[in-house]
Nanobody
Framework: QVQLVESGGGLVQPGGSLRLSCAAS????????MGWYRQAPGKERELVAS???????NYADSVKGRFTISRDSATNTVYLQMNSLKPEDTAVYYC??????????????WGQGTQVTVSS
């Protein structure tokens, strides 16, 4: 069973920074795209940023210039550096990964989510 474990969420004041981490483990043969999503109360889950195994990145317009996604393929870890945080960034943040397992199964896996709250 593939596991994705997120960390790094918390409470931060507007204008502050946080760094989220997500480590994938167990039964992984390879990982293609990894991404960060968020879901605010009463809203649908939305893509924040994604990164391919070749390093190509994609960002939501609302976070361009403030957030940076990166990954360490050796450890199957994806990061999200969030700067200049705004109250509207408050949400539960989920990481996701397109994984091929050791048994050859291809599926998209999700982490359990980590809360980010931006408030003074």
């Amino acid at each position: 069973q593939v596991q994705l474990v997120e960390s790094g969420g918390g409470l931060v004041q507007p204008g502050g920074s946080l760094r989220l981490s997500c480590a994938a483990s167990e039964n992984i043969f390879s990982i293609d795209t990894m991404g960060w999503y968020r879901q605010a109360p009463g809203k649908e889950r939305e893509l924040v940023a994604s990164i391919t195994n070749g390093g190509r990145t994609n960002y939501a317009d609302s976070v361009k210039g403030r957030f940076t996604i990166s990954r360490d393929s050796a450890t199957n870890t994806v990061y999200l550096q969030m700067n200049s945080l705004k109250p509207e960034d408050t949400a539960v943040y989920y990481c996701g990964a397109h994984v091929t397992t050791l048994r050859g199964r291809i599926n998209y896996y999700w982490g359990q989510g980590t809360q980010v709250t931006v408030s003074s």
